[in-house]
C-alpha cells in the first residue's frame, strides 16, 4: 500500500491544495510562512479527530460563512439552503494498492475498499467537517441576538456566535468513497481511520509560549539521547572546544557592554522629553550566544556514526575548525 496523494480544501491557506507523496520520503520545503507548519496541524488534527476553530477556517471564505448564517437566521434561507452553501473543511487520502499484483495484506484499508471493480487499485477515503446540528438547534444559538422578530440579526452578532460556537457546530466524518464515483461513499468510524493511519509527530521547533517542563522538541529529544561531556573528550580536542566558549564568552561580555552604552544614550534622550522618567524607565540588554550545546550534538552524531559504520573516517577537529 501507498499513501500517493493528500487533497485539502478549505484550512487556513489551503482553500484546494494536492499534495503528491513519494513512495519513499516527502520533504516540504519552504521559506517561513508558507503554511509547512499549517499542513502537519491539518493532518495531525484529522488523524487526532481535534476540532476546527473558527480561525482555521480561509480567511478568504469568511465573509460568504456569515453571510450564509445571517440569511439564514434572518429567515432569508432555508436550512436546506444553508447545508448547500456551507463550503466546508474536507481532506482526500488516496491510497494505492496492488501495485505489484501482490498485496495480500491489505490489513486496515479493507474497510476503505468499496469497488468490487479489480482494475481498480486506489482506495479514496475522505474526511469531512459537516453540521451536526439540526435547524432548531442553530436558530435557538441565535435567538438571544435577536430581540423580535421584525429586528434583523446584523452579520457582526453572527460572526460573533460563529467565533464562540464554531466547534460546537460542526463535526468529522469519514467516508470511503468509490473513486469511479464520488456520490457512492459509505461511512465509516474515526477509530477505523486511526487504525489506518497511526501517525506520531516529532515538532523540529519549540512552540512560542510553550512550557519549559513541556518541551518535546526534535533537539530536546536528540540531546537527551546523545550526550557527551567534553571531559571524556581528546585533551587537544577539549582544549580546542574550551578555547572556543571562551570566545563566545568574550563575544557575549562585548556585546553585552555596547548594547548598554546605546540604551543608555535612548534612555537619556528620552527623558528630555519629560516621560518616562529615569525611575520608570527600567530597561536592560541581555546577550546570550551558546554554541557548546550544538558542538555537542554535532560530536555526538559524528560518534554515533563512526561507531556503527568503522570504515567512514570522520575527523572530528574538522568541525572545531570549520565553526
Known sequence: MHLSKIHIRNYRL??????????????????????KTSLFECLKTVLNMKPISFYDYPLGKRKKLIASFTDFVNNKKTF????????????????????????????????????????????????????????????????????????LVPQYDVLDVLKKKYMDLFEFNVFAVNPKNKDDKQLKTLNELKLLFPVYMISAERTLGEDENHNNSLSSLITSYFKLETSYLDPKLQS???????????????????????????????????YPNINE???????????????????????????????????????????
Do not use: W
Open 80 to 151: 436546506y439552503d444553508l447545508c448547500q452553501s456551507l463550503e466546508l473543511f474536507s481532506i482526500e487520502f488516496y491510497v494505492d494498492y496492488f501495485e505489484n499484483g501482490n498485496d495480500d495484506l491489505l490489513g486496515e484499508l479493507e474497510p476503505f475498499i468499496i469497488e468490487v471493480d479489480s482494475s481498480i487499485t486506489t482506495a479514496l477515503i475522505c474526511v469531512k467537517y459537516e453540521l451536526k446540528q439540526n435547524e432548531e438547534y442553530i436558530r435557538n444559538l441565535f435567538r438571544e441576538k435577536n430581540f423580535s422578530k421584525k429586528k
Open 240 to 274: 580546542k572546544i574550551e578555547e572556543l566558549l571562551q570566545i563566545i564568552d568574550n563575544a557575549n561580555k562585548r556585546v553585552q557592554k555596547q548594547s548598554e552604552n546605546i540604551l543608555g544614550e535612548l534612555i537619556e534622550k528620552s527623558i528630555g522629553f519629560g
Open 14 to 35: 489551503f482553500e484546494n491544495t494536492e499534495l503528491d507523496v513519494d513512495k519513499n520520503m516527502t520533504l516540504i520545503v519552504g521559506r517561513n510562512n508558507t503554511a
Open 281 to 323: 524607565l527600567q530597561l536592560g540588554v541581555i546577550t546570550k550566544l551558546e554554541i557548546d550545546n550544538e558542538i555537542k550534538i554535532q560530536l555526538s552524531y559524528h560518534i554515533v556514526i563512526r561507531n556503527l559504520k568503522n570504515h567512514c573516517q570522520i575527523h572530528i577537529m574538522d568541525l572545531v575548525t570549520k565553526i
